[in-house]
């Protein structure tokens, strides 16, 4: 069977990120049985994080419950104990019998339980800086704090992403400088090299997250992004590969070719098993 934790290319390792936990297309997001199924294994996975009313973090994208678990409203309105109650739903928005996550349950399953040396849990927290009050950033810096060295923190947010680590010693770091407006103004501008440098400016992330049709229109108009980066001492996840399908390996051959050190997608096992043939 193909590996779906990283594929080998011309002496160059890409690992295969379990986007949102998952490892096939058909998986349910953030379930529990599957990080520390690839937390075992040492794969590359993320899951997302918001807040909730007693100012930690749940494992979910949505800032409110009902579309990808049971429950509705405001994740912030909800107690830990409260959001202990609810249940992923599958793609098909059934509810599941995976619980609901929350970050501190999670670090400490992974601390008591088998966590390969290579295995890195990447923690994207969804919301911004404003919402990290004294309160959360001591809740985070308790939760993470014994498995932070198996963890990255990213955000699209500079400042949360500096907030949450300095809080945390030990947790490695990220950064997504694909957030907001930064696109469109790169697609009148330009100016890739400028782009580089801000987002170097903006975080000492060992870790840059790409949207993939950045790295690839970068390459068609003859900028290279993923070695502009390297050579700023950087590594680059290329996101996000949603299956693997005829069209998306043909992006994947380029992504692989320019030497991305992550390629983040819903469907590893499939994408690993396509490269393979």
């Not at 011309?10 to 520390?36: E, M, N, Y």
């Not at 609810?86 to 999670?106: A, M, S």
């Not at 998306?248 to 994408?271: C, F, M, N, Y």
Request: proline share 4%.
């Amino acid at each position: 069977m193909a590996d779906p934790i990283s594929i080998t290319r011309a002496g160059h390792r890409t690992f295969f990120k379990w986007h949102r936990a998952r490892k096939c297309v058909g998986d349910p997001a953030f379930t529990l049985s599957r990080i520390l199924e690839g937390m075992r294994l040492g794969a590359s996975i993320e899951v997302d994080l918001v807040i909730h009313a007693d100012r930690g973090f749940a494992v979910l994208h949505d800032l409110r419950l009902g579309r990808e678990s049971t429950g509705e409203g405001p994740v912030l309105s909800k107690t830990a104990a409260q959001l202990r109650t609810q249940k992923l739903r599958d793609n098909d928005g059934v509810p599941t019998n995976e619980p609901v996550l929350l970050l501190d349950d999670l670090a400490a399953l992974l601390l008591n339980g088998r966590v390969h040396p290579d295995a890195l849990l990447q923690l994207d927290y969804k919301e911004d800086a404003a919402a990290l009050d004294p309160r959360a950033l001591d809740t985070f810096a308790n939760s993470v704090a014994s498995v932070a060295g198996n963890m990255i923190l990213s955000s699209g947010d500079a400042e949360a992403v500096q907030l949450l680590t300095t809080a945390a010693p030990g947790l490695r770091i990220g950064y997504d400088p694909c957030h907001g407006d930064a696109l469109a103004r790169l697609a009148q501008s330009r100016d890739f090299t400028g782009f580089v440098t801000d987002a170097v400016a903006a975080s000492p992330a060992e870790m840059i997250y790409l949207a993939h049709q950045l790295v690839l229109q970068a390459e068609d108009a003859g900028f290279d992004l993923v070695a502009a980066f390297h050579a700023r001492d950087r590594r680059v996840d290329a996101y996000t590969i949603q299956q693997a399908d005829r069209d998306s390996l043909g992006r994947v051959e380029r992504l692989l070719a320019l030497k991305v050190d992550q390629i983040t997608t819903d469907d590893p096992q499939g994408l690993a098993a396509a490269l393979d043939r």
